[in-house]
Structure formats: structure tokens, C-alpha cells
């Protein structure tokens, strides 16, 4: 499976929006979820790991959220499902970030955990958030 390639950063003040894109070739069935994960700038080093962001079913176009993010973020994808979109919200500079997006078999929580379980990680999309 190839990586995706991700698009859309840039840097925002604190309570601006980003929206974040996520290339999906046709090669990737339907059936695969996408997920958004996040490495933030501002974790101690040795805590770097990716922190599952969002999800989303592509068949029905369901979204599933970390808890911490609902209501600022949204997820969904185009009619061709060809894109999968994050909308980040009233951001802060603890969302300052590099993020990526993956495809994978499942959806809702355990999507958004353990992500060493994903093989193939594109570049990522950096987003600063400063005051």
C-alpha cells in the first residue's frame, strides 16, 4: 500500500482554522477507513508518538473523534471519495503539529490507537499555531 499524501498546513494565529487534505488513490478500496494522526511540536521528545486525531468510513462517511477534539474538528471526504478533509477549528498552539493520514481496515477507536500498526506513513502536513 502506498502512502497518502497529505496537504494543507500552514501557519494560523491561535483561534484561526485550518483545513487539511488527504490524497486517497483509487488503488485504495472503499472499504478502508482514513484516519488523521498527529505528532505535536510541543510533547517531550521521548512522548513523540502519534496521537490518533479522526476517522472516517468511507462507505457511509461516518466520522469518529478523539474525545478531546470534538466540537473543533470535522472530517469528511468529497463525493469522489477521492479526498478525505480535516477541519480544524479554534486552534491552539498545543495543536501544532506534523499530520498525517492513513488508510486501514478499521473504524472508531481502535483506528486511532496503536499506530506502529500502520506500515506506510507519507510526509505529513505541518501546521503551526502561534499567538
Known amino acids: 500500500q502506498v502512502p497518502l499524501v497529505e496537504s494543507g498546513g500552514g501557519s494560523v494565529q491561535v483561534g484561526g482554522s485550518l483545513r487539511l487534505s488527504c490524497a486517497v488513490p483509487?488503488?485504495?478500496?472503499?472499504?478502508?477507513?482514513i484516519s488523521w494522526f498527529r505528532q505535536l511540536t510541543f510533547r517531550r521528545l521521548r512522548e513523540k508518538e502519534r496521537?490518533?486525531?479522526?476517522?472516517?468510513?468511507?462507505?457511509?462517511?461516518?466520522?469518529y473523534y478523539r474525545d478531546s477534539l470534538k466540537g473543533r474538528f470535522t472530517i469528511s471526504q468529497d463525493n469522489n471519495k477521492s479526498t478525505v478533509f480535516l477541519q480544524m477549528n479554534d486552534l491552539n498552539e498545543e495543536d501544532s503539529g506534523v499530520y498525517y493520514c492513513?488508510?486501514?481496515?478499521?473504524?472508531?477507536?481502535?483506528?486511532?490507537?496503536?499506530?506502529?500498526?500502520?506500515?506506510?506513513w507519507g510526509q505529513g502536513t505541518k501546521g503551526t499555531v502561534s499567538s
Open positions: 492513513v488508510a486501514g481496515p478499521h473504524w472508531g477507536v481502535t483506528a486511532l490507537r496503536s499506530p506502529s500498526k500502520y506500515g506506510h
Open positions: 483509487e488503488s485504495i478500496n472503499d472499504r478502508y477507513c
Open positions: 496521537e490518533g486525531v479522526a476517522n472516517i468510513d468511507r462507505r457511509g462517511g461516518a466520522g
